[in-house]
C-alpha cells in the first residue's frame, strides 16, 4: 500500500528574523517614494530587518524614518557607494554585526547614465554608467553571496537577491545607448548568477518595471503634466505606476513565497511591454480582416 502524500509547507509571506540590503534606498525628495525606499519599507512591513544604503546618509536616514515610525523591525541607514568593492564588503559586514544575518539583497541602484547614440555618447561616462548600473550589483553579489551560504536553509533557500532591472533592458527604441545596454546586462546577469548560486540555495531574479512615476522621473520639475500623460497611455492598461508597484514585485520575488521562483525577469509595466501596440487600425496588421479573419498572407 503507498502512503498518502504528504501536504506540501503552507506558504507564508512573513520575513520576520530575515534581514534585507537595499542598495539605493533613498530618495532625492525627502519624502518621495522611489523604487528602493519602497522596497525597504514594504520589506520592513513584512517582518524584515532592513539595511537601506545609500550614497546620501540623509536620503537613506528619511527612509528609516519612514520605517521607524511604522515601528515594526529595525532599520539602518548607511552611506556607501556600491561602485566600491570596499565600501560593498563594509555594507554586508555591517548587516552580520547588526543584524546577524544576510538574507535578501535588493540591487536597486541604477542611473539614467550619459544620453546619446554610439556615435555621441561620451566615452568616460559610458564606462562609469557601466560601473553604476551593472559593476555594483556584481560586487554587491560578491559580499552577500559568501554571507548568505552562512544561513541554515528555510525551505531549501539560504538567500535571495533581485536586481532591479528595466523594460528599457528587454527592447531597444529608447534615446540613449547606456541605459538599455546596461538594462540588458542586467538580465541576463540575473539568469547567469541564479544558474551559477541554485545549488547553494541562493535564489537571483530581476524584475523589469516600465515607466514609473518616481522622484528620479519628476525631481526638480523634470516633468510636464502631457509627457505624464503619454508615458500613462503608452501601457496596456493605460493607468500610471508608482514605486510601490515594483516594490510589491521585489517583496514577493525577495521572499518566502517565492521559493520556488530563480532566474524570472519580471516586467511590471502595466502590460506596456507584451504586445507593439492596441490601437494599430486592423488593416494595418498582419493581413488580418476586421474580426480577425486571415487575408490569405
Ligand atoms: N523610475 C522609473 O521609472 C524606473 C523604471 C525602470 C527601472 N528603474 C530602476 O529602478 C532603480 C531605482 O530607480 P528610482 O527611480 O527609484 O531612482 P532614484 O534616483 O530615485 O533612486 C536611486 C538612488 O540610488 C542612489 N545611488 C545612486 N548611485 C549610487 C551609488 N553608487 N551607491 C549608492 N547609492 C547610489 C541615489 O542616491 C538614489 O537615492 C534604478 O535601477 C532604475 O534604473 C526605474
Known amino acids: 500500500m503507498t502512503s498518502p502524500p504528504s501536504i506540501p509547507p503552507h506558504p507564508s509571506p512573513s ?20 523604487n528602493g525606499r519602497a522596497s525597504a519599507i514594504l520589506l520592513a512591513e513584512a517582518g524584515c530587518n532592513v539595511l537601506c544604503v545609500d ?7 528619511s527612509t528609516v524614518a519612514m520605517i521607524s515610525s511604522s515601528n515594526i523591525p529595525r532599520a539602518i541607514a548607511v552611506a556607501a557607494d556600491v561602485t566600491k568593492p570596499e565600501d560593498c564588503e563594509r555594507i554586508v559586514k555591517l548587516a552580520l554585526d547588526e543584524f546577524g544575518r544576510v538574507d535578501i539583497l535588493v540591487n536597486n541602484v541604477g542611473i539614467g547614465g ?4 554610439a556615435v555621441e555618447v561620451d566615452v568616460a561616462a559610458w564606462a562609469r554608467g557601466l560601473e553604476v548600473n551593472v559593476t ?12 548568505m551560504q552562512l544561513n541554515e536553509p528555510r525551505g531549501d533557500v539560504r538567500g535571495s537577491i533581485v536586481n532591479m532591472g528595466s523594460v528599457a533592458g528587454l527592447r531597444g527604441g ?18 547567469a548568477m541564479a544558474a551559477h548560486h541554485a545549488r547553494q540555495g541562493i535564489r537571483v531574479n530581476c524584475v523589469c518595471p516600465g515607466m514609473l512615476y518616481t522622484p528620479m522621473m519628476y525631481a526638480g520639475g523634470k516633468m510636464d503634466e502631457e509627457t505624464r ?11 500610471e505606476g508608482t ?34 501596440s492596441t490601437d494599430v487600425p486592423n488593416a494595418l496588421s498582419s493581413g488580418l480582416k476586421e474580426g480577425g479573419e486571415e487575408e490569405g498572407v
Open 15 to 34: 520575513m520576520k528574523n530575515y534581514t534585507a540590503i537595499i542598495t539605493g534606498a533613498g530618495s532625492s525628495e525627502p519624502t518621495g517614494i522611489s
Open 55 to 61: 550614497l546620501s546618509l540623509p536620503w537613506a536616514e
Open 114 to 117: 550619459p544620453p546619446g547614440t
Open 136 to 147: 555594483s550589483m556584481m560586487l554587491m553579489a560578491k559580499y552577500a553571496i559568501p554571507a
Open 174 to 191: 529608447t534615446p540613449s545607448l547606456l541605459y538599455p545596454t546596461s538594462k540588458g546586462a542586467i538580465v541576463n546577469m540575473t539568469r
Open 229 to 239: 500623460q503619454k508615458r500613462k497611455e503608452r501601457s496596456l492598461l493605460g493607468t
Open 243 to 276: 514605486a510601490w508597484d515594483c516594490a510589491a514585485v521585489v517583496r514577493f520575488l525577495a521572499g518566502p513565497e517565492a521559493r520556488w521562483v530563480t532566474g524570472s525577469v519580471q516586467t511590471v509595466d502595466a502590460g506596456a511591454s507584451c504586445a507593439t
